[in-house]
Structures are given as C-alpha cells and as structure tokens.
C-alpha cells in the first residue's frame, strides 16, 4: 500500500503510472541482474537530519528512531537505521550517520523512512512512515511528510538530507 501511495504522488495525483520500459520486455526478469543490460546503477547516498513533533500517547517522552530502508529488487533490498535519540520527540537529531545504497534498478526501488519509539524494554514501537519512489529524489536538503495511523503525527516531519 506504501509503494502505490508514493506512485500515485509520483504520478500528480492522477493514479496511473506506466511502468518502466524494461519491464515491458519480455526478457525482463527482476530476480536477475543479468536483465539489466541497459539500466544504470545508482548509489543513495542521505543523512536522517532530524525530526520534529513525535508525540506520543499518553504522558510518556518519546525515544525516537529512524529506519531507513530499500524496497525493490531482490538484490537491492537493504536496511539499516539511526541511533535512538533519548527523550526527545520533540526535535530529535542524527547528525552523525550516513546511509549509502548500491541500488542496481533505481526504476524498481523505493525509499522507505520508518520512525519508531523505542519502549523501555527496547521494542519498537511504529510512529510514522514515508515511502518514495528512488527515480523521484533530488539532492538537496528536504522535508518528507509522514502517514501515520495516529493523528498527532500529522504534522511530523523528518529531515533526509544527501551528504
């Protein structure tokens, strides 16, 4: 569901998209590297900046972090997260870690931002999440809306910036 709302922002609003050319071929295979004569690899490269407005239910003070993940072909699916801020939901910060991703089809990948709170018994605990489309980004520092099931988050904000 994540993936079909980016596409549908990718795409105006207008809920179509046509699908890659490569895709079209009949010698395409996601599963082999091999069918992808004529794409070229891209590598990710973003620092998480920060975060604003994580609130939490209930009176307790959220410990925030990130999970920055790759969805797309086998082979270039990755994930790896920041380190949890503590107490602090209202303007955490990561300035210390960058994430670099070898991405192989960029036209088949995805960029998914997960923030969770971590719990006193260090579970994670879902906040909010956004997802795009890698043939979308652009260098430059940006702000990523969230989709979140509580309605306090509406107005989180996480900072992805390229290094």
Not at 123 to 132: C, E
Request: charged share 20%; with cysteine; net charge negative.
């Amino acid at each position: 569901m994540q993936l079909n709302q980016s596409l549908f922002m990718l795409g105006g609003r207008s809920g179509y998209v046509l699908q890659p050319d490569m895709m079209r071929d009949d010698l395409f295979d996601p599963f082999d590297k091999g069918s992808l004569k004529h794409v070229e690899p891209i590598t990710v490269q973003l620092q998480i900046l920060g975060a604003r407005h994580l609130p939490k239910n209930g009176r307790s003070i959220v410990c925030p972090f990130v999970e920055v993940e790759v969805c797309g072909s086998e082979f270039d699916n990755s994930k790896n997260k920041t380190d949890v801020v503590a107490d602090n939901g209202l303007n955490p910060l990561w300035l210390h870690k960058q994430f670099i991703f070898d991405i192989n089809n960029p036209q088949f990948a995805f960029l998914r931002l997960v923030v969770y709170e971590e719990d006193m018994f260090s579970d994670p605990n879902f906040l909010a999440q956004a997802t795009f489309p890698v043939k979308s980004l652009k260098t430059g520092t940006w702000l990523s809306p969230s989709h979140s099931p509580i309605p306090a988050l509406a107005k989180f904000a996480c900072f992805p910036h390229p290094p």
